[in-house]
């Protein structure tokens, strides 16, 4: 503990650098001030305090419903109250199913029960609390009893069948056995259904969190043999939120669906399991020997099926509505009260949710504490800021969604720019989001400490991640980890989904920020009742140094943008990012269209037939329809001219900062700034994605088929990806429409800029 109070006044010391640039969006006297603050606050987060946050939040289960997270809630009230900060609860009732009847054997050709049961550890005391957890299930599976053999699919996603169909394997009529990983747990029932299969089950193979990447614990920090990842099989990239409220606040008297009208519950039985719980099945398969990138770590040969192991499923649930508890606190602006800087953090868990969420929750709350601090020092934000505890993340982003559909008019008038984080670890900084705010998260990160490499985190980040390949990225994501600014900053990844920034960003288009730090931990216990005060604090950031990095960081941010006269976003990375997802797209097509000829050459030539073993056959693809040439003209004309005013912009952010160091200061800038905040919206329609409208957001949207993974220019994408021709012909002039509108905003704003600065 002495170790840790010393560093942070060490690091607090090495903090600024001597001389600072006047911050964008500052006058050269208010950046001064900004400063003052901000070393302040540097110096506050405190890895003690934090600590015994995290030690009372995870004590004992706190998922949607239960008592301690309603006691949870309050005791974070009290917190913002404490602190001095304006606080309430705001609650929504909603759907949330919980387990009534789980059962699963195999009934063929050997009979086996599974446990489907985590069991205490000794060493850890709260693995325990039996009668408060969760038992394991994915929530939003439908009711089911299914009786049928077992086809093993790999990660269960659409890349998996094709290569079954190959291999001349059917799932219709089967329950499949997929393994965690590569996708959005959601995505795998999903697929699965639509392949036919009655039934699923989703193990964690120990090739992927188990006793293969390190040992497991109470040894070390990875999945036991019993441990079993619950989790949320709603299907999120349709809407998010209640499955009976989509697009209104579950709030009294809202109107509701009735249980069958729902589309987001899965179309089969779904359970998780663990891979005790899963060998013997798999070992009991036989058919085909599995492709060698299916195979995991389990001791056995990996076969596909189907059968002869043949499974009983049988599920279900109480279809209750469970209250939510938001705790909201909020710090009034003094200039731009109109102006909302946003925020957020989940409180609830699976079970104990130590790592996930609560070691993102004590950053938050440091923050806030910090900040209550510093307005009885006298710092007064221009802009209100809003501090928000979210109940209901793991089940479906349901306390986020609710909030903000509730709150959406307001919302849509005053959200500036939402902050969200989840879990926290130890390593390089995650960042993603809006690119309008890439500069903006460069520059902040700049300016706070690794807490165990002796460089900023920025800098970290940018040298680190070319040596380690994945580290300190978002996690995989399609044209998330790549520069599109100069050489001098980190890239901001792309926002898919799997956090309460969703609503935020894809359904009202307001600017977002993910941060969290990580790529150093490895974590077998997510979503089990082993993530828990004693796993964290024996194997993740166990001194709660990044939790302060985490605070200083968000925080810093959060003051910033509260902060500054000019509302700090830039368009010169956002078209160059865009520019690179307009290539992309164009490149996809033309590869799309390359592959099917050339395929299509190998079946005419007999190249399957002669590559065929005939004592184990497979099956040649089927011929495709040659795609048609596409017409990218609509998205290169948008972009040009969004270049052009993205440079217009930066000439009267650079004159109007000439203009004597004070003319930001003088200005009137409420108008230029309602200007900037509508340029993210701009880049929402109100028709939203084909095939799922709740998405608004026409750059970033989480994948249809993937999940948590990004797709940017989702519309142009993921029809040019499922071959719908002529949706992605009508997608590139939509979006092309869309491109040209943010060029007009941005264009508004520059007016409105120029004038008040003249
Ligand atoms: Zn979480």
Redesign the pocket.
Known sequence: MKRTILCLALCASIAMPADLPTLRGFSADSSKTEHDWEAKFRTMPDPAAMRAYMQRLSARPHHVGSPYDKENAEWILSKFKEWGLDAKIETFDVLFPTPKERALEMVEPAHFTAKILEPAVAADPTSNQKEEQLPTYNAYSIDGEVTAPVVYVNFGIPEDYDQLERLGISVKGAIVLARYGNSWRGIKPKVAAEHGAVGCLIYSDPHDDGYAPGDIFPAGPMRPPDGVQRGSVMDMPVYPGDPLTPGIGAVPGAKRLALSEVTTLTKIPVMPISYGDAQPMLAALRGPVAPAAWRGGLPITYHVGPGPAKVHLKLKFNWDTKPLYDVIARIPGSTYADEWIIRG??HD?WVN?AS??IS?QIAMLEEAHAMGTLLKQGWKPKRTILFCAWDG??PGLLGSTEWAETHADELLQKGAVYINS??NGRGFLGAEGSHTLEKFVNTVAREVDDPEVKMSVAQRLQLGRSIVPGRGQAPVAESGGQSSGSRAEFPLGALGS??DYSVFLDHLGIASLNLGFGGEDREGIYHSIYDDFYWYTHFADTDFVYARALAQTAGIAVMRLADSELLPFDFDNFTATIRRYITEVERLATEERTRIIERNRQIDEGAFTAANDPRFPTVPPAKETVPPFLSFAPLQNALAALERTAQAYDQALAHASENGASALARAQLRDANARLIAVERSLTSKEGLPNRTWYKHEIYAPGFYTGYGVKTLPAVRESIEQKEWKQADEAIAHVGKVIENAGEAIQGATAELARATK
């Open positions: 953090n989940h868990g949710g996930d969420p993102g993340e793991e989840d879990g799997g956090s």
